[in-house]
């Protein structure tokens, strides 16, 4: 399909979006991420069976820490689509870009390079 | 097992404001199991402090550890090796856990983390609901097995109040009566005359009316 996204959008592959860990999505905002989203499967289609819906409620609880530190919760979502949607996949890097670029920079700074 | 809540990452970061370094303090025993002071969420409380730290531009340097236990001074002591180097621990254990650091390091500023709630057990993953109130003289089997001193919000010995309906309690609808549980489930193991022993007023020395307790086993002391 050679679809085109954002280069700025960092894929961390995961076995399932239930893998994913509130300590993962903090661990990146700490090292100066300005957005994270999850993509899970279609809710309903988790392989799993509710690994994509355990994923919804760890970003969800990341958006309240976050809020409790003072920054936007916006900058981090959950995405739901099917790995057979590859331009859904670009669109939502996109769309998701392009709402980070409207929120600025995180206003935590960014970790040095090692 | 001890159950708590966290407290809100303001109030946190509000005690270790100015602070130099800090030890974000776990424990393994129950509030690991109660998910809210164990390695894990010792990882997540330090990295959301980081990020606050970041933010505001402060100098604070977070540190992490988990200790076995943080009731038992041999497992408090293997703080020794390193603790001068820290001004401030801010401890997740329950609320044991702060006074323990503190009695063993009197000239570090030792925080709570969490608010210790209640003695309870999990009803599935993520949800715990209270079960003993350490009342001192365990009276559970006369009734059926349920408390109705730590499950009745008037912790009321012979029977319910004009307050239960529907077999929930007027304090909330999400409340069981438990006087309701207790003659169901006597009715049903043919042990309802049982509730018409009528029960004095129960002796709260034992519980904390009789002052700060303390447990001495002579054959167990060194």
């Not at chain 1, 790995?83 to 859904?88: D, I, K």
């Amino acid at each position: 399909m050679r679809l085109q996204y954002p280069t700025n959008v960092r894929v961390i592959q995961l076995p399932c979006s239930g893998r994913v860990d509130i300590l993962h999505l903090l661990r990146s905002f700490e090292d100066g991420a300005d957005g994270v989203y999850v993509a899970g499967c279609m809710e309903g289609d988790c392989h799993f069976l509710t690994g994509n819906l355990k994923a919804r409620r760890k970003v969800e609880y990341v958006k309240k820490v976050l809020e409790a530190l003072g920054i936007e919760p916006e900058r981090i979502e959950m995405f739901n689509m099917s790995s057979a949607e590859g331009p859904r996949f670009a669109q939502v890097a996109r769309e998701f870009t392009e709402t980070i670029r409207g929120l600025g920079p995180s206003p935590v700074p960014k970790a040095k390079a090692a | 097992m001890i159950v708590g809540d966290s407290k809100p990452l303001e109030e946190i970061l509000e005690m270790i404001r100015d602070k130099g370094k800090v030890l974000v303090l776990g424990c393994r025993g129950c509030v690991t199991v109660c998910n809210v002071g164990g390695e894990k969420e010792v990882g997540i409380l330090a990295t959301a402090l980081r990020i606050a730290v970041k933010k505001q531009g402060w100098q604070t340097e977070i540190g992490e550890r988990t200790l076995e236990r943080q009731c038992d001074p041999e497992y408090i002591e293997e703080l020794a090796d390193d603790i001068e180097d820290y001004d401030a621990v801010v401890s997740i254990a329950c609320g044991v856990g702060p006074q323990f650091v503190s009695e063993r390091f009197p000239e570090i500023r030792v925080y709570p983390g969490i608010n210790t709630t209640f003695i309870g057990g999990a009803l599935e993953h993520g949800v715990w609901v209270e079960r003993c109130q350490s009342c001192g003289n365990c009276l559970v089997h006369h009734f059926g097995g349920l408390c109705p001193i730590a499950r009745c919000s008037k912790s009321l010995m012979n029977g319910p109040c004009g307050g239960s309906a529907n077999a929930k309690c007027e304090i909330d609808p999400n409340v069981d009566c438990v006087w309701h549980l207790i003659v169901e489930k006597m009715e049903k193991m043919g042990r309802l005359q049982e509730l018409a022993e009528v029960w004095p007023v129960k002796n709260w020395l034992t519980s904390r009316d009789g002052g700060p307790r303390k447990r001495v086993r002579e054959d167990l002391k060194q």
